[in-house]
C-alpha cells in the first residue's frame, strides 16, 4: 500500500469535497421548485457549479506532481494505483452527497429565500449565513435521509436516455486529466501535448452537461412553478440524475485506461 501517500489522501479528500458539492447542486433546483423561486436558485446553483470547477483546477497540479514523483520502475502500475484511489474518493464523494440531500435541500430553501432578501448579493448572504443564530439553526435542519423521503418518487416515468447521457459525460469528466496524465506516461515523446488534451475533454463533458442534461432539469423545475408539472417528477428526475452520476464515478473506473490509450494515440494528430 505504499502508493497510498499523503499527497494521495489530500487529493482524494479535496476530490470527494467537490463531487460532494456537484451531487448537492442538484438539491438547488429542488429547493427553488420548492419554495417558487427557480431564478434565484439557478444563480445559486451556478455558483456552487463554479466553486467545484474551479476547485477541480485547482487540484489539478498536485495530481500532476504524483506521475513527477512516480518511481521509475514501475511507473505505470504505481500512477495506476493512486488513480484509482482518487477515482474512488469520487464516488465517496457522491455518496455523502446523496446521503446529505435531504438536509441541504431545507438548508438552500432557505438560503434562496435569504438570497431574495439580500437583493440577490452572495456576499450579503454568506455573511449573514455565518452568524451563530443561521449555523445553529442549519444544524438543526441536519437529518440522516429516512424510506419516507422517497414517498411519492417514481422511476417508470424517466428519461433513459438523459440517464445514460449523465452516466458517460460524468465518467468522462470525472477521469479526463487522470487519463491525461496517465497518456503522459504512454507517449512520452508527447507527454505536453497529451496533458494539454485534459483541458479539451473537461470541456466537451461540460458543454454535453449543459445542451442535454441542465437545460431538461430547468425546464422541469420550471413547469413545477407555473403548474405545469408536479414536484414529485421533478424529485424522481433529480434522484435518477444523482443515481447515474454516482453510477458514472463507478464506469470511470473501467474507462480510466482505455481513455489514457485513447488519448495517447489521439496525440499522434495533434503534432
Same mark, same amino acid.
Given at each position: 500500500?505504499?502508493f ?5 489522501l ?7 469535497? #467537490?463531487?460532494? #458539492? %456537484? ?9 427553488? /421548485? ?5 431564478? /434565484? ?9 463554479i466553486v467545484?470547477?474551479m ?13 513527477d514523483?512516480? $518511481? ?7 500512477? %495506476? ?14 455518496l ?8 441541504f ?12 432578501k439580500?437583493?440577490?448579493?452572495? $456576499? +450579503? ?11 445553529? &439553526? ?6 440522516? $435521509?429516512? &424510506? +419516507? ?7 417508470? &416515468? ?8 449523465n452516466?458517460v ?9 487522470l ?9 512520452p515523446?508527447?507527454?505536453n501535448?497529451?496533458v494539454m488534451a ?16 441542465? $437545460?431538461?432539469? +430547468?425546464?422541469? /423545475? ?30 470511470a ?6 481513455g ?12
Amino acid at each position: 500500500m505504499a502508493f497510498i501517500t499523503a499527497k494521495v489522501l489530500y487529493i482524494s479528500l479535496f476530490i470527494l469535497i #467537490i463531487h460532494t #458539492i %456537484e451531487t448537492l447542486a442538484y438539491a438547488v433546483r429542488l429547493s427553488g /421548485a420548492r419554495v417558487g423561486m427557480i431564478a /434565484a436558485a439557478l444563480s445559486l446553483f451556478n455558483l456552487m457549479v463554479i466553486v467545484s470547477r474551479m476547485a477541480n483546477m485547482l487540484q489539478q497540479p498536485f495530481t500532476g506532481s504524483l506521475v513527477d514523483k512516480a $518511481p521509475d520502475g514501475n511507473a505505470l502500475g504505481f500512477i %495506476e494505483d493512486q488513480f484509482r484511489v482518487i477515482i474512488g474518493a469520487s464516488t465517496l464523494g457522491t455518496l455523502l452527497g446523496i446521503i446529505l440531500l435531504p438536509t441541504f435541500i431545507a438548508l438552500f430553501s432557505r438560503a434562496i429565500i435569504q438570497l431574495s432578501k439580500q437583493g440577490g448579493s452572495v $456576499p +450579503s448572504l454568506i455573511k449573514l449565513l455565518l452568524t451563530p443564530q443561521y449555523i445553529k &439553526r442549519g444544524l438543526h435542519l441536519m437529518h440522516i $435521509p429516512k &424510506r +419516507s423521503y422517497l414517498k411519492g418518487v417514481s422511476f417508470t &416515468r424517466i428519461p433513459k436516455r438523459l440517464f445514460f447521457i449523465n452516466m458517460v459525460v460524468t465518467a468522462v469528466y470525472t477521469i479526463g486529466v487522470l487519463s491525461a496524465l496517465y497518456a503522459s506516461l504512454l507517449v512520452p515523446d508527447r507527454s505536453n501535448t497529451a496533458v494539454m488534451a485534459s483541458g479539451m475533454i473537461n470541456g466537451i463533458a461540460t458543454i454535453l452537461l449543459a445542451v442535454f442534461v441542465d $437545460p431538461k432539469i +430547468s425546464v422541469m /423545475a420550471d413547469d413545477v412553478i407555473h403548474k405545469r408539472g408536479d414536484y414529485s417528477r421533478l424529485k424522481s428526475v433529480s434522484l435518477m440524475m444523482i443515481t447515474s452520476r454516482l453510477l458514472g464515478t463507478l464506469l470511470a473506473q473501467l474507462l480510466f485506461i482505455p481513455g489514457a490509450y485513447y488519448i495517447g494515440w489521439f496525440t499522434k494528430f495533434l503534432v
